[in-house]
């Protein structure tokens, strides 16, 4: 006689480990169906892809080109055209949206870990909402020319990053 053994009232339990690689790419990104699949994700990505036009000054002061002064630079500063999107650098909540008179528009992300993301210089037009739920790699908002502090330069992204309320370099995390 033969035996169906693919009915049990025994639970099933996996070996495998789990996975951390991305979601199908057939999903969209900020779906709440890939969201809820997803385990939270310490995995940094650069928020846009473009040059490194000015680097983070770990406490050193640096010359500013708009302001003329010399001055600490706690992010890295992105090359980037206006409108080009700004995606989240990791999996995280949008903790504060602002319209800052010398950033501009700045978009601030918490993340796991004790760590936090800041966006300077976006469009005036977020593409989230405070408190929203976010993915790596799901666009937050685009590059603007909101960013007064930094206007004599290029078309740019300035983001910076704090672990446990200290400003570190952001490419010490995303490699």
């Not at 385990?39 to 708009?66: C, D, F, H, Q, R």
């Not at 206006?82 to 949206?97: F, L, M, Q, S, Y």
Request: one cysteine or more; hydrophobic letters at 30%.
């Amino acid at each position: 006689k033969d035996v169906d053994n693919t009915k049990s009232d025994i639970p099933k339990v996996s070996s495998a480990a789990p996975s951390s690689a991305p979601a199908s790419s057939q999903e969209p990104v900020s779906s709440a169906a890939t969201q809820a699949k997803q385990a939270k994700s310490n995995t940094y990505a650069m928020p846009v892809t473009g040059e490194i036009t000015k680097e983070y000054s770990n406490g050193e002061l640096v010359k500013s080109e708009t302001m003329g002064d010399w001055r600490t630079h706690d992010g890295i500063d992105i090359k980037g055209d206006a409108n080009t999107p700004v995606k989240a650098c990791c999996d995280g909540t949008v903790k504060e949206i602002k319209n800052d008179p010398m950033w501009g528009t700045c978009i601030t992300l918490e993340h796991a870990d004790g760590y936090t993301s800041y966006y300077y210089g976006l469009s005036e037009t977020a593409q989230v909402k405070q408190d929203q739920t976010v993915a790596v790699g799901d666009v937050i908002g685009t590059i603007g020319t909101t960013n007064q502090l930094e206007i004599a330069e290029p078309s740019h992204l300035h983001f910076g990053m704090k672990k446990d309320g200290k400003w570190i370099d952001p490419t010490s995390v995303i490699k």
